[in-house]
């Protein structure tokens, strides 16, 4: 059994390497221009909507990775109590009528001690929401809250592993069970540079069979820089079993592959061909149609991807851009996360100003959080944060009558000791 010895040390490291290498494959600096094309809907932009923004929580707490239920009940949340990355995770209630936290300080249900490497991720089955994050041992546990300050924990049966980082479950409302997956390091916990480790693997298990781990694909870690399925991170399609993620094609250019675990024979394919480096997409299955949100190349820029019923690849249907930022180099999109209401669909993203590297640029420059309309034309953007303060993390909450974007506003240019605020900001979504 692995000893995980020296934790603070790992930590550094997973901050250190991880947020430092990605301007190693991508360029974070100014942005190139793109040329017009027909599919680019060119943004109108709402300057009579001044949202109203509040700091929420406590502001001596660390309120960090915070994510929101499916069924828009809880949030769930890791605490970072030192810098070795040693910290406790949480879940509360949200009130649908206001967006403020039950309780106040988000402090509702102490589900178990972790590390930030195996921090918690919520998922939904027909049996409803639930979570699964890794404690300081290891072990995979699964909580399904049952009130703000309530929940009952299961520990699953698959073996416990300390080089496991990245754990999500999916997210299917309409069927019993799911699946949960993980990047695996070779040998040393850390994130996806740490020179410990020469390969990551991409692992996953059914929960129908939590002892039974399924190896999707194993990457090499490249001289520099993350592996492809970091850089364009490993994500579950919203509403359905299928997983995305990078891979480098014939040209050096980080690419989509999908696992579709619906088919008889589940095997990853490319569904992406096109020109761009993609960064930290995001899938979704809505109204019959497959949906890709992922910024590209490092820049200040959105590509919108579509897949109908019997199609092969993704195809781009729009592109987004901030176009009236107030940073004065803004780059790295990322962090998209789609909205529905009464019909409509909008992605919620950051962007940071320029920086020497994906470390500098997401959490220690200047940072804003956007919104925006998705398929209508002419495209809607909303600037919903200042661009003074460094900025990450991006988290819609629909509310019955209203949403709100919950976002960390981070104090200090070091995660290993600054403050990572949570705001809530309003939005037009009526």
């Known amino acids: 059994m692995f000893i995980f010895m020296n934790v603070k040390r790992l930590f550094i490291c997973?901050?250190?390497?991880?947020?430092?290498?990605?301007?190693?494959?991508?360029?974070?600096?100014?942005?190139?221009?793109?040329?017009?094309?027909?599919?680019?809907?060119?943004?109108?932009?709402?300057?009579?909507?001044?949202?109203?923004?509040?700091?929420?929580?406590?502001?001596?707490v660390n309120y960090s990775n915070v994510e929101f239920t499916a069924d828009n009940q809880y949030m769930v949340w890791f605490e970072t109590i030192d810098n070795r990355?040693?910290?406790?995770?949480?879940?509360?209630?949200?009130?649908p009528q206001t967006g403020e936290l039950i309780p106040a300080d988000g402090k509702g249900f102490r589900a178990f001690e972790g590390t930030v490497l195996g921090r918690a991720n919520p998922g939904m089955d027909a049996m409803g929401v639930y979570y699964v994050g890794m404690d300081r041992t290891g072990k995979l546990l699964l909580v399904r809250p049952t009130a703000p300050n309530a929940g009952e924990i299961q520990e699953l049966s698959t073996p416990p592993d300390l080089t496991r980082r990245a754990i999500y479950p999916t997210i299917?409302?309409?069927?019993?069970?799911?699946?949960?997956?993980?990047?695996?390091?070779?040998?040393?916990?850390?994130?996806?540079?740490?020179?410990?480790?020469?390969?990551?693997?991409?692992?996953?298990?059914?929960?129908?069979?939590?002892s039974q781990v399924n190896v999707i694909e194993r990457q090499q870690r490249p001289f520099r820089g993350f592996a492809p399925l970091d850089s364009a991170f490993v994500r579950w399609m919203k509403n359905k079993p299928a997983l995305t993620y990078g891979f480098e094609d014939e040209n050096g250019i980080v690419q989509i592959r999908m696992l579709d675990l619906t088919q008889p024979?589940?095997?990853?394919?490319?569904?992406?061909?096109?020109?761009g480096n993609k960064v930290d997409p995001y899938s979704w299955l809505y109204n019959g149609q497959e949906i890709l949100l992922a910024g590209i190349n490092a820049e200040a820029r959105n590509h919108v991807y579509v897949r109908g019923a019997g199609e092969a690849?993704?195809?781009?249907?729009?592109?987004?851009?901030?176009?009236?930022?107030?940073?004065?180099?803004?780059?790295?999109?990322?962090?998209?996360?789609?909205?529905?209401?009464?019909?409509?669909?909008?992605?919620?993203?950051?962007?940071?100003?320029?920086?020497?590297?994906?470390?500098?640029?997401?959490?220690?420059?200047?940072?804003?959080?956007?919104?925006?309309?998705?398929?209508?034309?002419?495209?809607?953007?909303?600037?919903?944060?200042?661009?003074?303060?460094?900025?990450?993390?991006?988290?819609?909450?629909v509310g019955a009558s209203q949403v709100w974007v919950f976002y960390n506003v981070i104090e200090g240019d070091n995660p290993l000791t600054a403050k990572w605020h949570l705001y809530r900001a309003e939005t037009p979504i009526h």
């Open 265 to 275: 024979y589940p095997a990853p394919q490319a569904v992406t061909h096109d020109a």
């Open 313 to 397: 690849e993704f195809h781009l249907r729009e592109i987004i851009i901030p176009t009236t930022s107030g940073l004065t180099n803004p780059a790295l999109a990322q962090s998209n996360e789609p909205i529905e209401f009464n019909g409509k669909v909008y992605t919620v993203y950051q962007i940071n100003e320029a920086g020497t590297s994906f470390w500098d640029v997401t959490f220690a420059k200047a940072g804003e959080i956007w919104l925006s309309t998705l398929f209508e034309s002419p495209q809607q953007q909303w600037l919903l944060s200042d661009s003074v303060t460094a900025k990450a993390e991006p988290e819609p909450f």
């Open 172 to 210: 299917l409302p309409q069927q019993q069970g799911g699946f949960v997956f993980w990047i695996k390091n070779e040998s040393v916990p850390a994130g996806g540079t740490n020179r410990g480790n020469d390969w990551f693997e991409l692992q996953y298990i059914s929960l129908d069979n939590p």
């Open 85 to 95: 990355g040693n910290g406790i995770v949480w879940h509360c209630g949200v009130n």
């Open 14 to 60: 997973f901050f250190l390497t991880t947020m430092l290498s990605l301007a190693c494959r991508f360029t974070v600096s100014t942005p190139s221009v793109i040329s017009q094309t027909p599919l680019q809907a060119f943004s109108t932009p709402s300057a009579e909507f001044k949202p109203q923004v509040v700091q929420v929580g406590n502001a001596d």
